[in-house]
């Protein structure tokens, strides 16, 4: 069983920057795929980075790229999203996951996702 626990959300102006954490229970993190997901009201939850095991692999969304960054910390068991340059429509709950099943495949689909959190609020105002 593997817990995760975000943080870092909050309120922050057009243009600013916020870095999430998602800080795991278990050393399984370490051999898991993790990524963040968002989902806004109303809206289905959608894929916004992946990083593989050791962090050598990324894939973000084009919706991102270039504004945020994937990493994680495996001595910390913990994973992080740079956010940076936001925009209103960044707006949303996020999420991280973690997928126990592979060490490299960075898949987009919510389903391939073992493990979530809690979620954190992330809110840019115009």
């Known amino acids: 069983q593997v817990q995760l626990v975000e943080s870092g959300g909050g309120l922050v102006q057009a243009g600013g920057s916020l870095r999430l954490s998602c800080a795991a229970s278990?050393?399984?993190?370490?051999?898991?795929?993790m990524a963040w997901f968002c989902q806004a009201p109303g809206k289905d939850r959608e894929f916004v980075a992946a990083i593989n095991w050791s962090g050598g692999r990324t894939y973000v969304a084009d919706s991102v790229k270039g504004r945020f960054t994937i990493s994680r910390d495996n001595a910390k068991n913990t994973m992080y999203l740079q956010m940076n340059s936001l925009k209103p429509e960044d707006t949303a709950v996020y999420y991280c996951a973690a997928d126990v099943n592979t060490k490299e495949l960075l898949i987009t689909a919510v389903d391939a996702y073992d493990y979530w959190g809690q979620g954190t609020q992330v809110t840019v105002s115009s």
């Open positions: 278990v050393n399984t993190f370490r051999t898991s795929v």
